[in-house]
């Protein structure tokens, strides 16, 4: 089993930045291909990003594309997601997740086996 910790959420203005951090624990963290996914009230959950088991491969959703950045660290066991420039569009639980690596990108939230709790993002204009 793989226990997920999300932290980093608040509230900030628009354009402000934040960093989210996601902590792994019980299983061989470098094996693992991580994702954000976020969910906004009343809208389905959604990929944001996700990273490769070495941090060579990153994806991300055209929303949020040129404005986050994942990174991740297998020696800490914990990935980041870097929030710059925010929107109010942007304001959600934003999920951590992961799977085993196999190599191939995975888009929905049915293709990964370890969630976090979520945390609060919140974006006032």
């Known amino acids: 089993q793989v226990q997920l910790v999300e932290s980093g959420g608040g509230l900030v203005q628009a354009g402000a930045s934040l960093r989210l951090s996601c902590a792994a624990s019980?299983?061989?963290?470098?094996?693992?291909?991580m994702a954000w996914f976020r969910q906004a009230p009343g809208k389905e959950r959604s990929l944001v990003t996700q990273?490769?088991?070495?941090?060579?491969?990153?994806y991300y959703a055209d929303s949020v594309k040129g404005r986050f950045t994942i990174s991740r660290d297998n020696d800490k066991n914990v990935v980041n997601l870097q929030l710059n420039s925010l929107k109010p569009e942007d304001t959600a639980v934003y999920y951590c997740?992961?799977?085993?690596?196999?190599?191939?990108?995975?888009?929905?939230?049915?293709?990964?086996?370890?969630w976090g709790q979520g945390t609060q993002v919140t974006v006032s204009s």
């Open positions: 997740a992961g799977r085993r690596d196999d190599g191939t990108l995975r888009f929905t939230p049915g293709a990964y086996d370890y």
């Open positions: 019980g299983w061989t963290f470098r094996d693992l291909r």
């Open positions: 990273v490769n088991w070495s941090g060579t491969n990153t």
